[in-house]
């Protein structure tokens, strides 16, 4: 496997559910993201880490938890979603910008969610 | 805050015809900028960037020169073929964790 992956690619689930989503990197980036994206509206950052450590989390409500067991892997647990959480779930990796600049973000798939 | 505005699509067009797609942005300090397009049914990809005043970026026919004096980054191509039809984002980073999407413009092209 090259580049971002993500797992599943369709995920349809009831709001009672809980579920995972997983992305894998092999890229060597140190810097892991999950975006929202949903029709008409800009991508929406969600969490994202650096070295495993969480540095950003964007007043996103509690039924998404994030984890990071390490710099390659990225999951998103789901419970107790609401359907306006239906959306694209993107996960994107980078190296982590500093004094050598800012990089380019490398994206996965995306897993299509749908919450009934 | 940071924010990036791009025309609204959807961009409809006949093959080989010139496009533009339009973007500004606000930001502080010098944001680098890029332009990612997305196919059906798959993530963004990085189409091209530039990271300082007056820089251009360039990829698979398509451009973009950073104009800091309009705070633009317009994306270009001149003679577009069925394979671009996809949508594009325009985005920019100020060196933190955050890039700053548009909402993205549909292009079709049409044989």
């Known amino acids: 496997e090259t580049g971002v992956t993500q797992t599943p690619r369709h995920l349809v689930m009831g709001m009672t559910n809980k579920k995972s989503l997983k992305c894998e990197q092999h890229l060597g980036h140190n810097a892991m993201y999950w975006y929202k994206q949903s029709a008409k509206k800009p991508l929406e950052l969600m969490f994202v880490y650096n070295f495993k450590e969480q540095t950003e989390n964007n007043s996103v409500p509690s039924r998404f938890s994030p984890e990071c067991p390490n710099s390659s892997h990225l999951f998103l647990h789901l419970h107790t979603l609401q359907p306006e959480d239906s959306a694209l779930y993107l996960c994107?990796?980078?190296?982590?910008?500093?004094?050598?600049?800012?990089?380019?973000?490398?994206f996965g798939p995306g897993t299509r969610l749908t919450v009934t | 805050g940071d924010s990036v505005t791009q025309m609204e699509g959807p961009v409809t067009l006949s093959e080989e015809a010139f496009l533009t797609i339009n973007c500004t942005y606000t930001?502080?300090?010098?944001?680098?900028l890029f332009w990612y397009v997305q196919y059906p049914g798959e993530g963004l990809q990085l189409l091209l960037k530039a990271t300082k005043a007056d820089d251009k970026g360039s990829n698979k026919g398509f451009e973009a020169t950073y104009r800091k004096e309009t705070t633009s980054f317009h994306l270009e191509k001149g003679s577009v073929q069925v394979s671009d039809s996809a949508v594009y984002f325009c985005a920019l980073s100020s060196g933190t964790y955050k890039y700053i999407f548009g909402t993205g413009t549909r292009l079709k092209v049409l044989a």
């Open positions: 994107a990796s980078s190296q982590a910008p500093g004094l050598a600049g800012v990089f380019e973000q490398y």
């Open positions: 930001a502080t300090g010098y944001p680098s």
